[in-house]
């Protein structure tokens, strides 16, 4: 048995070829016979443009369908699937390149440069280089064969140290995932999948369209966020996947309530914590209760509030099926229910390690196989998971991880600084703003000034939304700056204006 993921998919393109498989409001809809044959041509011409089963495919481009079809081209030829953050500056993917090693590096045509490594272009259109390659290849109609265990895509997500990782997700992991939300979600053959997720996180490109391409049913294909818009596709709709950013903007449109989400069945949330003002402010509007899940690049999604029965506001809900969760103190003794600890997690969903990093990989798996999520969070009686915040700094703004590490070394270059720390407080639109407290070497220390310094630097989304100015950082004392402080001292910080 064929073990590469992508012949599911193609069974299911087949057997609904003359349905609608991506909705596009702009363009002629993809039927799931014009996605085949559109993912055909992809792998074709990657086959021509010299990838082979195995090798690394990095994609930095815009969101698109044909982007679509070259992840998907990629899983057909067996090739591993490498996407990135289009907010990421040239700085940043250069260390990408140089530690996947790619056969090929798919781009905008505005970021063509000397990168190193074979270079094809792809733009917002669908136009470019890749695109043109596509019209005239060979198109290749057989999958290649993969064990379940080989590599399927890998997934940069950067640690406390500033250095990124690359998840490694095989086949089996995105599969069996993807199986198991399909049932956990009760997917229908009606549904109609609104997505305005972007396609370079795990979020939008593995748990919402394999929820599709597993079932053969479609989805109306957004570039991107815009909340009217959004609300006005919900009448076509009747499943959607978003951020916490998604509800607050969408509860911010004064029209918006119950007549929009008449024919909607599920809201799902996900990638940062729902607050329960959200929560009840969104049922109290539209009658939804907002499905909260919680997962993370390295293993997918791990736990869900249930699709029949109490969706408990501010809490993750239950380990998936096949999915173990368990609350660990430091030595790795499991704790009483009720108790704060780590959250670890063990399953067919779980990555095998990071690229090239085995000793970093040593250090975040228990000798039982538990993988050490980083999140702290407790666990009812009902083993109800509620996450209560992370044992690392992570910063979750918008959906997308800041690790402040990285963004305090650039801002401690400047002269103008002393020392800094990086923190994230509660926002009402981002979830998490990121702060940036600092020790002024000598005036004040304006936000304008550390914004033209990472300006090129540092994708924005990373990028503070606030400058602190201290004249010392609280510590410990063992010397450790005290971000607890910090964050309790400015959470309040957004609610200023």
Not at 204 to 223: I, N
Not at 355 to 365: G, H, L, Q, V
Not at 421 to 449: M, N, S, T
Request: net charge negative; charged share 20%.
């Amino acid at each position: 048995m064929n073990g590469n993921l992508y012949a599911s998919f193609e069974a299911q393109f087949l057997a609904h070829a003359d349905e609608p498989c991506l909705r596009l409001p702009d363009a002629e809809d993809w039927s799931h016979g014009e996605l085949l044959a559109r993912v055909s041509a992809a792998a074709g011409a990657l086959a021509e443009l010299g990838v082979r089963a195995g090798d690394r495919v990095v994609v930095q481009v815009a969101k698109s369908p044909e982007c679509v079809a070259l992840y998907l081209g990629c899983l057909k030829l067996g090739a591993v699937y490498v996407p990135l953050n289009t907010a990421y500056t040239p700085r940043e993917v250069e260390y990408f390149l140089a530690d996947a090693e790619p056969a090929l590096f798919v781009c905008a045509e505005d970021a063509q440069r000397d990168w190193g490594v074979p270079v094809a272009t792809l733009d917002a259109a669908g136009g470019g280089s890749f695109a043109d390659a596509a019209a005239s290849a060979t198109p290749r109609d057989a999958v290649a064969r993969r064990a379940a265990g080989d590599l399927a895509a890998i997934v940069y997500t950067s640690g406390t140290t500033g250095r990124s990782k690359g998840a490694m997700l095989s086949h089996a992991n995105l599969a069996s995932n993807a199986a198991t939300l399909r049932e956990a979600w009760g997917w229908r053959d009606d549904d109609v999948l609104l997505h305005a997720l972007p396609i370079f996180h795990v979020h939008g490109l593995f748990v919402a369209m394999h929820c599709v391409f597993l079932t053969g049913t479609s989805m109306v294909f957004l570039p991107g966020f815009d909340a009217e818009a959004f609300a006005g596709h919900l009448e076509e709709s009747t499943v959607t996947m978003g951020v916490p950013t998604f509800y607050t903007r969408l509860l911010a449109l004064p029209d918006f309530g119950r007549e929009a989400c008449a024919g909607m069945r599920l809201f799902i949330s996900g990638s940062a914590p729902l607050t329960e003002q959200t929560f009840h402010a969104f049922e109290a509007r539209t009658g939804h209760r907002i499905l909260e899940r919680y997962g993370m690049s390295e293993t997918l999604m791990n736990t869900s509030n249930p699709l029949d029965g109490e969706r408990v506001a501010g809490t993750v809900g239950f380990a998936l099926p096949g999915v173990e969760t368990r609350i660990c103190g430091a030595d790795g003794e499991v704790l009483a229910t009720g108790a704060v600890g780590e959250i670890e997690v063990r399953g067919p969903n779980v990555f095998s390690g990071y690229w090239r990093m085995p000793e970093k990989t040593a250090e975040e798996f228990r000798d039982d196989g538990f993988f050490r999520t980083g999140d702290m969070g407790l666990m009812d009686a009902e083993a109800r998971v509620t996450i209560v915040g992370r044992a690392k700094d992570v910063v979750i703004s918008g959906g997308y991880n800041v690790y402040p590490k990285e963004v305090e070394d650039l801002i401690e270059e400047m002269p103008e600084v002393a020392e800094t720390a990086v923190i994230g407080v509660p926002h009402p639109d981002f979830g998490e703003g990121v702060v940036a407290v600092v020790v002024p070497a000598g005036g004040e220390v304006g936000l304008g000034a550390v914004e033209d310094t990472l300006r090129g630097r540092l994708a924005r989304f990373k990028q503070p939304k606030r400058v602190v100015n201290l004249d010392a950082l609280p510590r410990n004392a063992m010397g450790k700056v005290q971000k607890n402080a910090l964050r309790e001292r400015y959470a309040a910080l957004f609610d200023e204006g």
